[in-house]
């Protein structure tokens, strides 16, 4: 599976983005999507997940009530839909993809075999 993220940019604090992450290669629509970030000199983090059939949907605290993940099987792409965005949301994004994940296993980046090349997202106060 080869994962592309696209979406990123420059916007202001209360803006909205949505990040798409497409695949080419495998059925995309047996594998489960994670999406992680890494703010700028921080470690890489987990922000949302979803399960492949996107029955399933797993956000971190930090996203909850602004961040929304879905998937749109046959055009084999995943989407976040960032709102009310702040400063501190500021960092390049991945998109990854993996089989055989645990529920709890979603939140962990060693879980995912397929990573995209990431997009920055800067959000300015």
């Known amino acids: 599976v080869q994962l592309q993220a696209s979406g990123g940019g420059l916007v202001q604090a209360g803006d909205s983005l949505r990040l798409s992450c497409a695949a080419s290669?495998?059925?995309?629509?047996?594998?489960?999507v994670g999406w992680f970030r890494q703010p700028p000199g921080k470690e890489r983090e987990f922000v949302s997940a979803?399960?492949?059939?996107?029955?399933?949907?797993y956000y971190a605290d930090f996203v909850k009530g602004r961040f929304s993940i879905s998937r749109n099987n046959a055009k084999n792409t995943v989407y976040l839909q960032m709102d009310s965005l702040k400063p501190e949301d500021t960092a390049v994004y991945y998109c990854?993809?993996?089989?055989?994940?645990?529920?709890?296993?979603?939140?962990?980046?060693?879980?995912?075999?397929?990573w995209g090349q990431g997009t920055q997202v800067t959000v300015s106060s």
């Open positions: 979803i399960t492949w059939s996107g029955g399933n949907t």
């Open positions: 990854a993809a993996g089989r055989m994940i645990g529920r709890n296993e979603l939140y962990t980046e060693n879980s995912y075999d397929y």
């Open positions: 290669g495998r059925t995309f629509s047996i594998y489960n």
